[in-house]
């Protein structure tokens, strides 16, 4: 899950008790500190205006409580006015992924779902997956031959949930079947 939030009203001041309090890195090349917390395992990036990016959580409770704990710890560290507000948490990218314990045909796949538009994009010569970008949702879909489906782009954990619903019918129908009939 990518969460952006503003903690605080005004810029954070970066220094050097506030990167060892909390094991924060900032690198010359980039503009955020990134620190990782283990409970809930996220990292965030914290920029000078006070905007965070919380990444890695498995839900949308666990990034919030992630959060949360961040901003105490950049209020322990020297900046006090730091501020949560659970009202302007907003979630911008949920990213989620199944496996179908079974193997894809995907010319199979890119036929039966020929129809779609966009149509699916597979070049096995530039990318091993099959792309499906579902406009309504602007949720894009990774299926590859192994069964392993990448869902990204949802605001909400059901567009995944029906996204894959819907697939589903046709990863079954495009099963791989074994060489080996023994």
Do not use: W
Not at 103 to 120: F, K, T, Y
């Amino acid at each position: 899950m990518i969460c952006p939030n503003q903690i605080g009203d005004c810029p954070l001041r970066v220094t050097s008790q506030c990167v060892h309090t909390i094991k924060i890195y900032e690198f010359q090349r980039f503009s955020a500190m990134i620190t990782r917390i283990r409970d809930p395992k996220v990292t965030a990036l914290v920029f000078r205006s006070g905007k965070v990016v919380v990444t890695g959580a498995k839900s949308i409770s666990e990034s919030k409580r992630a959060a949360a704990k961040l901003c105490i710890l950049i209020q322990n560290a020297g900046e006090p006015n730091a501020k949560f507000d659970l009202n302007q948490y907003k979630i911008h990218n949920i990213v989620g992924s199944v496996g179908c314990n079974f193997g894809i045909n995907m010319q199979d796949l890119e036929e039966a779902l020929s129809g779609l538009q966009p149509p699916p994009r597979y070049e096995p010569e530039l990318f091993p997956g099959m792309i499906i970008s579902l406009t309504d949702d602007k949720l894009t879909l990774l299926v590859f031959a192994s069964g392993k489906v990448v869902f990204t782009g949802a605001k909400v954990e059901r567009q995944i949930q029906e996204a894959y619903e819907s697939l589903y019918p046709h990863l079954a129908r495009c099963q791989k079947h074994s060489e080996n009939n023994n």
